[in-house]
T-cell receptor, first 114, second 114 residues
Framework: AQTVTQSQPEMSVQEAETVTLSCTYD???????LFWYKQPPSRQMILVIR??????QNATENRFSVNFQKAAKSFSLKISDSQLGDAAMYFC???????????FGKGTKLTVNP | KAGVTQTPRYLIKTRGQQVTLSCSPI?????VSWYQQTPGQGLQFLFE???????NKGNFPGRFSGRQFSNSRSEMNVSTLELGDSALYLC?????????????FGNGTRLTVT
């Protein structure tokens, strides 16, 4: 069975600072993909960044980057230059190759302080 | 392009009743997935439809069912509602054909069972 664990229920960061959200996962498959989704109060899940397991290079999307440690099964999200609009629930998710079924972590609530 | 549309946004039902939720995917998207989000269990996969066929199913009782129409719109039905069915139900659509297909989520339907 695949599992995703987010050990930080809540995090806070000052505006313009950097914050890192943690995620560990477990899967026996070699073909999988990892994602970070953001869920603001509007409830819509928004894809922040994704990482293919076969790629060694860490994914980046503007201020968002990941630290993908495949051997340790760790997938952390770094948000640089935090903005007030980054405040949301962040979910780490795992997708097995060939499947449309996402397995989510329990989420981390990020607060950005002005 | 219009996003994923879920109706209704809010629903209040009584125990024992049944409910039908609707999801209209992004134009051109043929895969529709459903997820249940609760504070206790987090986000859990319900099922996924592609071209009117259920391809994947999560670990939910038979009271939860769904279907997809020829225009890719999908409905999910919950019969004999229980208090524990109170949740945010999220629908997501994807193109499928590219692996992995990025999931695009709707704003969800908030179901309250009293």
């Amino acid at each position: 069975a695949q599992t995703v664990t987010q050990s930080q229920p809540e995090m806070s960061v000052q505006e313009a600072e950097t914050v890192t959200l943690s995620c560990t996962y477990d899967t026996s498959e070699s073909d999988y993909y990892l994602f970070w989704y953001k869920q603001p109060p509007s409830r819509q899940m928004i894809l922040v960044i994704r990482q293919e397991a076969y790629k060694q290079q860490n994914a980046t999307e503007n201020r968002f980057s990941v630290n993908f440690q495949k051997a340790a099964k760790s997938f952390s999200l770094k948000i640089s230059d935090s903005q007030l609009g980054d405040a949301a629930m962040y979910f780490c998710a795992l997708l097995q190759g060939g499947s449309e079924k996402l397995v989510f972590g329990k989420g981390t609530k990020l607060t950005v302080n002005p | 392009k219009a996003g994923v549309t879920q109706t209704p946004r809010y629903l209040i039902k009584t125990r024992g009743q049944q409910v039908t939720l609707s999801c209209s995917p992004i134009s051109g998207h043929r895969s529709v997935s459903w997820y249940q989000q609760t504070p206790g269990q987090g986000l859990q996969f319900l099922f996924e439809y592609f071209s009117e066929t259920q391809r994947n199913k999560g670990n939910f009782p038979g009271r939860f069912s769904g279907r997809q129409f020829s225009n890719s719109r999908s409905e999910m039905n919950v019969s004999t509602l229980e208090l524990g069915d109170s949740a945010l139900y999220l629908c997501a659509s994807s193109v499928t054909g590219q692996i992995p297909s990025p999931l695009h989520f709707g704003n969800g339907t908030r179901l309250t069972v009293t």
